[in-house]
């Protein structure tokens, strides 16, 4: 499990760094429909996205996606755990995560607020490492 993993939340730090921290986004009452759920190919059809497969394990399954809204990482997983485990370690990186049951996206503010629309889930942001640069 250690080596998809660490695959993984590399590709996290990939997206992190091209997207940015990115500014505080709005958090306005918008519609959210019901969350989403299927497998990597399913959830990518439904953004609009052609998944470029990079980890393709029993546990976890990751690709790189860009749609109409940006570059983004679109991962699911086979436990609730190991979904859990990934994230909090993912989230040491920055960046915005959109989770939904056994998957979650990963990208920029506004890429993961554009997907939410279409996938619902609920938003969580990572480590701010630039709060106290001046």
Same mark, same amino acid.
């Given at each position: 499990?250690?080596? /998809?993993? %660490? +695959?993984? @939340?590399?590709?996290?730090?990939?997206?992190?760094?091209?997207?940015?921290?990115?500014?505080?986004?709005?958090?306005?009452?918008?519609?959210? /429909?019901?969350?989403?759920?299927?497998? %990597?190919?399913? %959830? +990518?059809?439904?953004? $609009?996205?052609? /998944? *470029?497969?990079? @980890?393709?394990?029993?546990?976890?399954?990751?690709?790189?996606?860009? *749609?109409?809204?940006? $570059?983004?990482?679109?991962?699911?997983? +086979? @436990?609730?755990?190991?979904?859990?485990?990934?994230?909090?370690?993912? $989230?040491?990186?920055?960046?915005?995560?959109?989770?939904?049951?056994?998957?979650?996206?990963?990208?920029?503010?506004?890429?993961?607020?554009?997907?939410?629309? @279409?996938?619902?889930?609920? %938003?969580?942001?990572?480590?701010?490492?630039?709060?106290?640069?001046?």
């Amino acid at each position: 499990m250690t080596r /998809p993993m %660490l +695959a993984v @939340t590399g590709a996290v730090a990939a997206v992190v760094a091209l997207g940015g921290c990115g500014s505080g986004g709005r958090s306005g009452s918008e519609k959210v /429909p019901a969350t989403a759920t299927g497998s %990597l190919e399913s %959830l +990518a059809a439904e953004v $609009k996205c052609k /998944p *470029n497969i990079q @980890t393709d394990a029993d546990e976890i399954r990751q690709a790189i996606c860009r *749609n109409g809204d940006g $570059k983004f990482i679109l991962a699911t997983f +086979a @436990t609730d755990r190991g979904q859990r485990e990934w994230i909090n370690d993912a $989230k040491d990186y920055g960046g915005y995560y959109l989770v939904g049951r056994k998957w979650v996206a990963v990208g920029d503010d506004g890429v993961v607020k554009a997907l939410r629309g @279409t996938l619902g889930g609920d %938003l969580e942001i990572g480590t701010d490492h630039h709060a106290h640069s001046g």
